[in-house]
């Protein structure tokens, strides 16, 4: 007992001392830096933010419960770096590191949350370290910060802060990780721009046995097509990085540990406006509340509660937080197997579980195995670290994972109340109903038993999602089965569905009478006919997918079959080596080319090669152009120093707007009453049509767009009016009571096919036609996308005060445009609006039209009230107000010979525009031939007026749907000629130097041929096309697929005044330059570009030029940055005024009168359906090897190759990184990313929970990019070719390899291989057309009146 206390009072003195050496040296320190910790002393939460160098204490007195980690660091602390994408846990832009004391481990631990969903009043005692907190350019960069910025992994650099403290926070707790760990760790962290293989490899130089990527440089001297070239093994010189050095990394606050041990064993309350929580520290405490307390929902990782508050309203005056209870948090291992408390993290189970198998037995832990595989599946990481076990159970959302896997490994609930403790199993009749159980109110979950499985018990997991991982599944299963030993016969079997109904199913007939017969093929019919029957998926289930469901629950158990069967035969094997008892079991037995649908997906860490020419020797080394060089702020983006619109302090007096939208497609409004808005806590103003100063609409080419719908709204969405509050959370809330009566209109109608019915068009329809073509027949449909940059939309508007002059500091594509439309609005003059651009998170055409109306909308709300107005768009109400990508339905006919030449082809494409017309018109036929000579081709180009949110510029701009329809057309042809399809492909290429296209514009293929023939070559595509074959004919359930497309994409606006740059230099005394230019950098470096350019002709260092902010007040007029043309543009404008100014500087030099900027002179006539539509086309072919699932439609890329034409670019590096970016979105668009709408025309996926960008998952195994060597183009700066737009559709080779993969699936079951497949080719489209048994057996719904969950709009 002395000794006990001896040792407590050592340990009290250590820490103390600790405590004075950390503010002794926080004192010393601050001598140096002229700055000491600010602390804030309110009280009772206590936590730790670390800014660069030093701690910053946080006291918190009136911490709300509503407060999430994110907002009150961006507002509170003004700690910026951490970023807001989606609010949901969704997109990991707001990852930080949370560090805690672990009081019984006696341990500190450090683990990545996700700050859009953590309550600051559960940090109590922790200390949180943000980006800003690991190193900064001021001081010194973790060299995390610094690795991803040097590889090119950083563009526009929204996600990276959230992608450096994911990989900070693994190298806290492992500083030399696997690949495996960087794969795991950055799971739950999208980007939309680099594609993840710069940051991948930027990364994996922390890796002991890891290398860089492969970079290949052609020497520049090296002739066409060689391939001798240096071989460089670094992407990036690695010897010039800062070592990782853990000593270096800040302590775990002695403070907050001395704190953690004195803890009073009290409970915490938190008193907030309209929420109180309390944190009991007793489990008896937390049983009185609970009693006393009934409805109030018991939190602890907050990820199922907090979604539900935060972004769907729900209220709840008091809440529990059962996160302080350590007999919550116990984890105890017994002879029967785990115990896990109901709050411990799905991280501390998979840690737990991952030990075990490690270290026991095979047939103890096969349900631990196959709880791991959901385990590794389920979330990202950073959830996976917040969400609970309980809570995953108890939240009773069948699309959650763990109850299947846990029901059928036979798990037992404890729950306990005041009234003691029961328990129950886990099973089907746990689950009441949808977020329901039969746990009583005042009951709280205490623990679960998870048991070892029995030497004959074989259990399997499956899931199927969207995306392979960080998704919700469309389906979960669970199956186990005990075998009589020495037998094969089934003692029990249980199967458990999450996903087929509201609640958890089990089918217990199919369960009941397999019971007693031999695992072998009629069990196996028997069980699929029983399921059949068994399994009831309604037609209007939530999520729809009905048939693919029921298809996917009876393929699962047709895998678990086969498991069984191995894994039996290998233990009667093993048991028969022993003994010769069991030679009486039979040896149930299936085909070998079965075996490969056992074997699930692997994910890997994506590896790659790139290669492009060398500059020249004689190049001088100062001047950068074609060197490979960082992103201007690369470093700045990686420290969270860089600032995008929403980072800007608040301005004195700012206030905040909330759109109010249209919940009718179509209606007259009757009436539109905010006054139960106006009486809420904090709200200013409410603004409408009537309040708009000036005209209430936005102009484009005469198209006038209401900026406030008047009398009528056209679609869900619409903007109505918006409320003005003091704070976002009030203006948030206040929108919700402004009450919208409308009259219902007829028609109303969403899809393509429903226009073309109602003959509803937008003017004018386009045609192009070469030759003589007749009428069109087949169809195929391409889904829409939505732009998901990772910074959703928004601007501030600040009143000048005099002169009405307004300041925008906004996140535009197009600052001129929002300056000229904020001017009509507020009806003053443009020389009175200045637009601010610093840089966008993510543009992708998505920021030219929807933010010009936006902020005229918040400048009309700043003008009214006289003080600033920011706007910010939540992740919802982005996807829903700004829309994106056309769908497209292509409708064709085409005439070709036995060999595969096509003769003629007749292609209409209906694009559906949405309720207005936008920028839909440019959305063109131009792109149709892609690379092909159609000798006589026709295509027609009809935008589709619907009542849906107008459809705008995306990335490609009709390009990746246009090319798709063309594509599909040669792919038919192949099919049908019996010919690989790409002889067809290749035999109706443009070879002529002198070529023309459809619209009569001359052009040189030479390139695109080199690419093509190049991408063939290096793919090694016929030895893949002969391995893909072999491969197929020796496996049944899974195919491969290859497919190659060439490329030639219109660079530049086909309205020639767009194709003008403008740029303002400026040389100050002290021999520095200023840049300023009209375009915007939103992640393609246009900035960086700009400086390489002025540097070489100004013949100064680049670290002497500068580029601050696009600003409208410096340059006015400017086009948008768009088309793939705005370095072009920008970097000839630069150059000019560089050398304007070379000119004076220098007067011996001549003065060349010829070198004055125009527009390049694109127009098309479309009378003629001819002309000069591109300022110049760029080239390219792509290659793609896939696997596919046939059980369950998932899908996985092996191989990826594109060859591009690139010679002189800016920054090749970057350039490949920007190409794999646009591929990795292409991916999305053709495989993934898929919008629903409901019947009644409402988006239903406005956020990553519903709608999925490609995640690391995603990324090709093997992904490579080539630059083709001495490729010309005298059209642009510096001899480059635009690349921003054209990779998007090489996506469209994974379309093409899953239908060839699809189409071996269906021959081998003697089905036709031409068959239709629209994009995006979806897990549900993949399994659904790979027809067989278990397909028919998924009747389709019988209820034809019965409307579907979502159109094909
Ligand atoms: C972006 C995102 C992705 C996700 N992806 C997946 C996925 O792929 N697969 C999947 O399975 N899940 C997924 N989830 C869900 C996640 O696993 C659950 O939200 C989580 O497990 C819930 O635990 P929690 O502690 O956060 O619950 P909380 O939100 O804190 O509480 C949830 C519910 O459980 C009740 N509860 C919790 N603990 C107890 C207890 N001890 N006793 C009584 N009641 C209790 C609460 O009252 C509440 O109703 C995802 C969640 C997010 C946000
Ligand atoms: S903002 Fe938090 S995960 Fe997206
Ligand atoms: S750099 Fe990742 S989202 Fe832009």
């Not at 995306?467 to 089965?481: D, I, P, Q």
């Not at 809420?680 to 936005?698: E, I, Q």
């Not at 064709?892 to 060999?899: L, S, T």
């Amino acid at each position: 007992m002395l000794t006990k206390r001896f040792f407590n009072y050592i340990y009290e003195v250590f820490f103390s001392f600790l405590l004075v050496v950390h503010w002794l040296f926080k004192f010393i320190t601050s001598l140096f830096y002229k700055f000491f910790d600010r602390i804030i002393i309110l009280s009772f939460i206590v936590f730790v933010c670390f800014s660069s160098l030093f701690s910053l204490q946080v006291v918190e007195k009136n911490a709300d419960p509503e407060e999430v980690l994110l907002s009150f660091l961006r507002r509170k602390v003004g700690l910026t770096g951490t970023k807001y994408g989606c609010g949901g846990g969704g997109c990991g832009a707001c990852t930080v590191m949370v560090s805690t004391y672990d009081r019984n481990q006696r341990t500190v631990v450090h683990y990545t949350v996700i700050a859009c969903l953590q309550p600051i009043v559960t940090l109590h005692g922790a200390a949180v370290v943000t980006v800003e907190g690991i190193g900064s350019t001021k001081t010194k960069l973790h060299p995390v910060q610094e690795r991803i910025a040097k590889a090119h992994g950083s563009q526009c650099g929204f996600c990276t802060p959230g992608m450096v403290m994911s990989m900070y926070t693994l190298l806290r707790n492992k500083p030399q990780p696997t690949m495996e760990d960087i794969r795991e760790a950055l799971g739950g962290n999208l980007c939309r721009c680099t594609g993840y293989r710069p940051i991948i490899d930027g990364f994996k130089t922390f890796c002991e046995s890891e290398v860089g990527v492969e970079q290949t440089c052609y020497s520049p001297d090296s002739p066409l097509n060689s391939y001798l070239h240096t071989l460089i093994t670094e992407l990036f010189p690695m010897d010039c990085f800062l070592p990782l050095d853990p000593s270096q990394d800040l302590i775990f606050p002695p403070e907050l540990m001395i704190m953690e041990k004195k803890v009073s064993g009290d409970a915490l309350y938190f008193q907030g406006e309209r929420v109180n929580l309390v944190a009991p520290f007793k489990l008896s405490h937390l049983l009185e509340l609970k009693a006393e307390h009934p409805s109030a929902p018991l939190i602890v990782g907050n990820t199922t509660i907090g979604p539900k508050m935060l972004l769907k309203g729900v209220y709840h005056p008091l809440v529990i937080y059962a996160g302080r209870i350590s007999e919550l948090k116990a984890v105890t291992w017994g002879e029967t197997g785990l115990t896990v408390g109901a709050a411990c993290s799905l991280s501390t189970l998979q840690k737990e579980v991952e030990k075990v198998v490690v270290e026991t037995e095979e047939e103890k832990t096969r349900g631990y195995r196959a709880l791991l595989q959901t385990l590794r599946c389920l979330a990202g990481k950073q959830i996976r670290n917040m969400a609970t076990v309980g809570g995953n159970i108890l939240s009773a959302n069948p699309k959650y994972d763990l109850s299947s896997v846990l029901a059928a490994l036979d798990c037992t609930l404890h729950v306990i109340s005041k009234d003691g403790m029961r328990s129950i199993p886990l099973d089907e009749k746990l689950f009441a109903d949808f977020g329901k159980t039969v746990l009583r109110p005042e009951e709280v979950l205490l623990s679960i038993d998870i048991p070892y499985t029995k030497p004959w018990e074989f259990v399997a997991a499956y899931r199927q999602a969207q995306r392979r991982e960080f998704a919700f599944s469309f389906l979960n299963a669970g199956m186990k089965v005990a075998i009589k030993e020495g037998t094969d016969v089934v003692e029990s079997l249980s199967i458990y569905y999450g996903g087929v109904g509201p609640t958890l199913v089990k089918p217990k007939l199919t369960c009941q009478q397999l019971v007693s017969r031999s695992w072998g093929e009629d069990l196996l019919s028997e069980g699929c006919r029983l399921l059949k029957e068994d399994v009831d998926v309604s037609p209007s289930i939530h999520g729809g997918r009905a048939e693919f469901r029921k298809t996917l629950a009876i393929s699962f158990f047709f895998k678990f079959y086969m498991q069984v069967v191995l894994e039996m035969r290998e233990r009667v094997g093993k048991l028969r080596i022993m003994s010769t008892l069991w030679d009486g079991v039979s040896d149930a037995d299936f085909p070998l080319e079965y075996l490969s649908a056992l074997k699930p997906f692997k994910n890997e860490v994506p590896q790659g090669q790139q290669s492009f020419q060398l500059v020249s020797e004689a190049q001088p080394s100062a001047d950068l152009v074609g060197r490979p060089s960082m992103h201007q702020s690369a470093f700045q983006q990686a420290t969270g120093e860089a600032k995008y619109y929403d980072d800007l302090p608040l301005v004195q007096g700012e206030l905040f707007i909330f759109m109010v939208t249209s919940t009718r497609a179509h209606a007259k409004i009757i009436n539109i009453d905010p006054s139960e808005a106006l009486k809420m806590p904090g709200m200013v103003t409410f603004v409408s049509a009537g309040d708009v100063p000036g005209a209430n609409c936005r102009l484009w080419f005469n198209n006038p767009e209401e900026l406030f719908a008047e009398e009528e709204v056209v679609c869900v969405g619409q903007i109505i009016g918006a409320v003005v509050a003091e704070s976002r959370e009030q203006a948030r809330r206040a929108a919700k009571e402004v009450h919208v009566t409308y009259h219902d209109l007829q028609p109303v109608f969403f899809t393509i096919e429903d226009a073309i019915r109602h003959e509803s068009y937008f003017e004018p329809k386009r045609k192009v036609e070469r030759g003589d073509v007749d009428e069109a027949l087949k169809t195929i449909y391409m889904g829409g996308q939505e732009h998901f940059y990772m910074e959703t939309q928004g601007v501030i508007a600040v009143p000048k005060g005099e002169h009405e002059e307004m300041d925008l500091f906004v996140a535009t594509q197009h600052a001129a445009f929002t300056q000229e439309l904020v001017g009509m609005a507020l009806g003053v003059d443009s020389n009175k609006i200045t637009c601010h651009v610093k840089r966008l998170g993510g543009g992708f055409g998505g920021k030219v039209m929807k933010i010009a109306s936006l902020s005229a909308i918040t400048a009309v709300a700043a003008h009214k009230t006289g003080r600033a107005v920011r706007c910010c768009l939540e992740r919802g109400d982005d996807m829903l107000i700004t829309s994106g990508r056309h769908p497209f339905l292509g409708k064709y006919k085409v005439g070709y010979n036995n060999d595969g030449t096509i003769v003629a082809a007749d292609i209409t494409y209906y694009s559906n525009g949405g309720s207005t017309l936008d920028e839909s018109a440019f959305v063109t036929v131009l792109h149709m031939d892609n690379g092909y000579k159609i000798p006589n081709l026709r295509g027609r180009g009809v935008v589709c007026k619907t009542y849906l949110p107008s459809y705008t510029a995306f990335r490609g701009f009709g390009g990746p749907q246009g090319l798709m329809v063309m594509e599909s057309v040669l792919h038919e042809v192949a099919v049908r000629c019996g010919l690989p399809a790409e002889k067809v492909r290749d035999i109706n290429m443009y070879r002529e130097e002198q070529s023309y296209t459809h619209h009569k514009q001359p052009f040189n293929p030479t390139d695109m041929v080199r690419c093509w023939d190049e991408c063939l070559e290096r793919a090694n595509y016929q030895d893949r096309l002969r391995a893909v074959q072999l491969f197929n004919s020796s496996n049944r359930w899974k195919k491969r697929g290859i497919s190659a497309v060439p490329q030639k994409f219109g660079v530049g606006f086909s309205k020639g005044f767009c194709n003008q740059g403008a740029a303002l230099v400026n040389i100050y005394k002290d021999g520095s330059v200023l840049v300023t230019h009209g375009g915007t950098e939103m992640g393609q470096g246009i900035n960086t570009k700009a400086i390489q350019i002025a540097s070489r002709v100004l013949k100064v260092p680049v670290s002497s030029i500068f580029t601050k902010e696009t600003c409208t007040g410096n340059v006015p007029n400017a086009a948008p940055s768009a088309a793939s043309f705005g370095t072009d543009a920008v970097g000839m404008a630069v150059k000019d005024a560089c050398e304007k100014l070379m000119r004076r500087l220098q007067p011996l030099m001549e003065k060349n009168p010829q070198n004055t900027w125009k527009g390049p002179p694109t127009d098309v006539d479309w009378e003629k359906g001819e002309g000069q539509a591109y300022y110049y086309f760029t080239f390219g072919a792509c290659c793609s090897e896939v696997e596919i699932d046939c059980l369950t439609g998932d899908h996985k890329v092996f191989f990826s190759l594109f060859k591009i034409p690139k010679k002189h670019i800016t920054s090749k590096v970057s350039e490949c990184t920007a190409v794999e970016g646009g591929f990795v979105q292409g991916v999305g668009l053709y495989t993934i990313e898929e919008l629903q709408f409901s019947p009644d025309g409402v988006l239903m996926t406005r956020g990553p929970s519903q709608y999925k960008v490609p995640a690391l998952c995603d990324v090709p195994a093997e992904l490579n990019v080539h630059l083709l060597a001495n490729a010309e183009n005298p059209h642009a700066i510096y001899l480059s070719k635009g690349i921003g737009e054209p990779p998007v559709f090489f996506g469209s080779t994974i379309f093409f390899a899953i239908k060839a993969a699809i189409a071996a699936a269906r021959t081998e079951r003697g089905l036709g291989d031409a068959f239709p497949l629209s994009s995006p080719a979806t897990a549900e489209k993949i399994r659904m057309a790979c027809q067989d048994e278990f397909t028919k057996m998924a009747s389709p719904p019988t209820d034809g009146a019965m409307a579907p969950w979502c159109l094909d709009v």
